[in-house]
């Protein structure tokens, strides 16, 4: 077991920047071109959806159970047979089900451009004519949630993720007493990139909110519902289930999709809302398409079948995957362990982990890594505006690269971190 940094002697201190810059040295010389930044799918995840390619083969295979011929136009919000698939395996009523493109954030999106011109279900003013209006933002968080955010002007207002979720009582004092908060992201399972799941009680007190804004939206990202690393199933609570015992069903915008199920460039989009907030959306969807690919509607339900085909694939998955989040874990734990300079989360499922070094040397750590030929998230990308407040966090997304380098890229991490929390300490001795 190593010693904390802080009671390292300064000479100590100067011997382990030597050291791992001596080490970095010969990494750089190996001209190495390492990716940890974003969560793909790796090769062998992707050849085991390979049969759907071939599943609509012909003619015959392109009929739905209804007679519909889903090479042509028709039915605006999925096929009856896909909606089926996707409420078992959600748990949501079929009714409240859209089947939409490959992409949940082109959904979300979509979305909150929606409520931005047309507002939402009630006769509310659009958003966009009620002058500022924010977003509350668990952090860290996902970045793509804070791009949408900025790109369209909403302000986001952070609060602190925990291991059972969002901090609810900073949440409940933003969203139930000022109603410029329009909507809170979440997403609730293996959360990115913490890998947390939201507990029984969090879940219960957002669906439970009575916000300020009577056109406050809960955007409930369920990306990785079926994610898990492991055999045990992590439970997450049915949020319309207890939202319709409080009367909120109207507050939830629900979000999944196959991106990281089956092929992330030709997925399924999933949404699911209360009937009254249906009944605004699909007129304004219907003036966007006449209709999704239903082919590849089809694709998936002659794979899948049953929800249970879904959850065995996912097993499959999880043998690729597994080794590679353990293999960090033990890499983290033999370098960085004891050493009082990091931590870091262990998922359950999901694509990501988060890396919490030092206070004030994720930047630092980044740069390194970069300079060596090992590319990570950019630090501070997982907060609002790209502000992480101690400049701790990195997001490690291990899935895409092969063992070998993934374990390269891993073993340089360590190497930055242990050479920038060093100067940093030596720094503040001088």
């Not at 940094?5 to 201190?13: A, H, I, V």
């Not at 990716?35 to 071939?54: C, I, V």
């Not at 369209?152 to 004092?173: C, Q």
């Not at 519902?225 to 909120?248: P, R, T």
Request: a negative charge; aromatic letters at 10%; glycine letters at 8%.
């Amino acid at each position: 077991m190593h010693k904390p940094y802080t009671e390292y002697t300064t000479e100590e201190l100067k011997q382990v920047i030597a050291h791992e810059q001596s080490r970095l040295d010969k990494w750089s010389d190996m001209n190495l071109t390492l990716d940890l930044t974003r969560g793909k799918p790796n090769q062998a995840q992707l050849d085991l959806s390979t049969e759907m390619l071939t599943v609509v083969s012909d003619r015959g295979d392109c009929f739905s159970e209804s007679g519909l011929d889903c090479r042509n136009y028709g039915i605006l919000d999925g096929l009856p047979e896909t909606k089926r698939l996707f409420s078992e395996l959600y748990g949501i009523p079929a009714s409240q089900l859209l089947i939409l493109g490959n992409s949940s954030l082109t959904v979300m999106y979509d979305t909150i451009l929606r409520c931005m011109l047309f507002g939402v279900a009630g006769g509310y003013e659009p958003w966009s004519r009620q002058g500022r209006i924010k977003f509350i933002c668990p952090a860290p968080g996902y970045d793509r949630h804070f791009t949408i955010c900025r790109t369209l002007g909403i302000e986001m207002v952070p609060v602190k993720m925990t291991p059972t979720g969002p901090d609810m009582d900073a949440v409940y004092d933003l969203a139930c007493s000022d109603p410029s908060v329009k909507g809170i992201w979440c997403v609730p399972k293996f959360s990115n990139p913490d890998g947390y799941t939201y507990s029984d009680e969090t879940v219960e007190k957002i669906a439970m909110m009575k916000p300020a804004a009577p056109d406050f939206r809960i955007f409930w990202d369920n990306a990785y519902a079926v994610h898990e690393l492991y055999d045990e199933e992590v439970k997450l609570a049915n949020i319309f289930e207890l939202a319709k015992e409080y009367g909120n069903e109207d507050n939830i915008f629900y979000f999944a999709s196959t991106s990281k199920i089956t092929f992330p460039g030709s997925g399924i989009a999933v949404m699911a809302a209360s009937e009254k907030n249906l009944e605004q959306i699909r007129p304004i969807l219907a003036t966007q398409t006449i209709g999704f690919d239903k082919i590849n509607q089809m694709r998936h339900v002659k794979f899948f079948k049953t929800a249970g085909g879904i959850h065995e694939h996912m097993k499959k998955q999880a043998a690729i995957l597994r080794p590679k989040f353990e293999a960090v874990e033990h890499a983290f734990e033999k370098n960085l362990g004891g050493l009082g300079i990091a931590d870091w989360t262990n998922p359950r499922g999901g694509y990501f982990l988060s890396l919490n070094v030092m206070d004030g040397c994720a930047r630092r750590v980044y740069q390194i890594a970069r300079s060596v030929g090992v590319t990570l998230t950019t630090a501070g990308s997982t907060y609002p505006y790209s502000r992480d407040p101690a400049d701790s966090n990195l997001r490690i997304a291990p899935t895409f690269p092969e063992m070998g380098e993934l374990k390269t890229a891993i073993e340089i991490l360590c190497s930055c971190v242990k050479l920038a929390c060093a100067e940093k300490l030596l720094k503040s001795r001088q």
